[in-house]
């Protein structure tokens, strides 16, 4: 038996079909980890809020007080499911998380470590994965409204972030421009690759 539980987090883009690919990962897991799957925006008060009433155009607040919600919902998550759940040696996977807020918020203009320092009460994930798939890509799915080009530079700006995670090691790369089951089956085998190097994780 597991003495604690263990704590994934999975990122992309906007349309990167990771919100999909979690739930496959949280099925295929499900035997062994009876996993909790989660999200960020959370379901609680703030990040209810967040969903509600910030996230559209003529919504929006300032990006620092965007950033400031993002990190008030995630302590107020990881207070009332995700520490629960690990107390209880479950594992968690979290849609959106930390790399979120570093992602969209730092493209938005503001400093990385500023975000970091109003996330540092959040807890390290064991692991974090970025399901990365072109922008090109991505805006093809969502279909947007929006100005193409400017919403292309957005992505473009947001992936860049993510990728210098993957470079410092930080997050491990998914590559999600393949077939849906093909990317399924890549972030099933990485996770399993990582379950292994925690002791005890695997039964
Ligand atoms: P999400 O619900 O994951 O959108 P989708 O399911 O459509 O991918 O996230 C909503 C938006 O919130 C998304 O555009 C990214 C943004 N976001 C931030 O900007 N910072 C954050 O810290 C988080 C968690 C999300």
């Known amino acids: 038996m597991r003495r604690k539980g263990i704590f994934i987090v ?3 883009l906007d349309g990167s079909g990771k919100t999909t690919q979690a739930a496959i990962l949280a099925k295929r897991l499900f035997k062994t980890y009876n996993p909790l799957l989660t999200a960020e925006p959370s379901r609680g008060k703030i990040g209810t809020f967040i969903r509600e009433c910030c996230l559209y155009e003529d919504k929006r ?3 620092e007080a965007e950033a400031l919600l993002f990190a008030a919902d995630r302590i107020e998550h990881l207070q009332k499911e995700i520490k629960p759940a690990l107390e209880a040696g479950r594992l968690v996977i979290c849609d959106r998380y930390l790399y979120s807020s570093l992602a969209y ?5 503001l400093s990385l470590d500023w975000i970091k320092v109003i996330n540092s009460r959040a807890l390290q994930p064991d692991f974090a994965l970025f399901i990365d ?3 090109e890509q991505v805006l093809e799915r969502l279909q947007r409204k929006k100005s193409v080009m400017e919403t292309l530079e957005t992505q473009r700006k947001v992936r860049e972030i993510y990728l210098r995670f993957v470079e410092n090691g ?5 590559n999600g ?4 089951e093909r990317v399924a089956d890549e972030l099933y085998a990485k ?5 292994k190097t925690i002791p005890g994780s695997v039964s």
């Open 191 to 195: 996770v399993l690759e990582l379950l």
């Open 10 to 12: 999975i990122e992309g």
């Open 133 to 135: 798939v072109a922008p």
């Open 177 to 180: 421009n393949n077939p849906k």
């Open 170 to 174: 930080e997050l491990l790369r998914v």
């Open 105 to 109: 918020q730092g493209s938005a203009g």
């Open 61 to 63: 607040l300032p990006t």
